[in-house]
């Protein structure tokens, strides 16, 4: 472990010297292409940061933060775009912040559309009012920590039951280490910041579940990087609506070759693309979903105590399905939970 922890100093400073480059010398140069091929190298190198790393754990964080959310901010900031892209522009401290952690300054208006700032891009998404759930910070770290400490006796659940306890362990894994991050620029910096997730388990619909609840940094990220460009490539061939449908399939399939690059750092076998298939199966699902309540009307919805349960079977099923057996057929899984009970003292 001392020997990640000092290859993960090494990474900080080689991410830190990348950054001063983009943010002194790249941000110089003409937006689009001039600027792009200045900080090819830069992305490049990101792809190779994770390999070093013996710990499952920090290669994971690292590609997740660096590999990839620090590579799409980069792109976006090419072009004059995405969060790392302000005017007036942002302080050094707090670029290097936001282009390194899942954060995203809290915004009062919806994102505009590239092609035409002046109007916001889609209306709010409508959703069913269902009772809240808040779990705050503390109380997700509290409830991971008690999983992590029971795994041994997980060990003898069901298979089904294993695959709900692995479900409840990521999002509790991914919201503590998205909010741990948050907490960490907003006490440094005093800014409101995103929510990272919006109780994902009350989620009453793909739409609303993929597009409102499930980890927002990265469905933002996505928004500018993939959705609204090839939104505004193709809308003028298929007209808007049809376009939207592509630019929401293209999202999908990009989410889903990312986390097949993420879990490639993570177990290191060659990818078998069942992440990539769940992506796209959710993806195709969302865009049926939306013709479905088009066609019903906007009036026809599902109560929130059918719907939500629904939505939450389909998603577990088909991560059952797709998303978890690389994960648990290189043994990933276990030995990252193992690293969890190891840093929290649990194994002695």
Known sequence: MAADLYTLLKISAAVLASLLYSYFISTKLP????????????????TLLPLPLSSLLLAGIVAFFITWLASFKLLLFCFDSGPLFTDPPLSFPL???????????????????????????DPPLKTIDSPKLPLNLPAKGFLFAVLVAGDDFAQNLSPNAMLCFYCVSLYLFIDVVLGLSNTFVRWG?????????????????????????WNLLVSNTLRWSVFLPVR???????GRRRAAVVAVFATFVVSG????????????AVPT?????????????????FWVKKALGENWRLHWAVAGPLTLAFVVITAAWLFFPPLLKTGAVAAVIGECKAAAGYVK
Request: net charge neutral; charged share 15%; glycine share 6%.
């Open 257 to 268: 070759l990312m986390h097949e690059l993420l879990f490639y750092y993570v177990t290191g």
């Open 189 to 213: 910096f005093g800014i409101e910041l995103e929510p990272p997730s919006n109780e994902p388990y009350l989620a009453t619909s793909l739409r609303d579940f993929w597009g409102r609840r």
């Open 273 to 289: 693309w069942e992440v990539t298939g769940f992506f796209v199966l959710h993806g195709v699902c969302v865009v049926l979903e």
């Open 31 to 46: 937006k689009g292409l001039p600027r792009l091929l200045s900080l090819l190298p830069i992305l490049s190198l990101y």
């Open 232 to 238: 505004a490539a193709v809308s003028g061939v298929l």
């Open 95 to 121: 670029f290097v912040s936001i282009a390194c952690f899942p954060i995203r300054i809290k915004q009062n208006q919806p994102d505009p559309d590239p092609q035409n700032p002046q109007k916001p891009t």
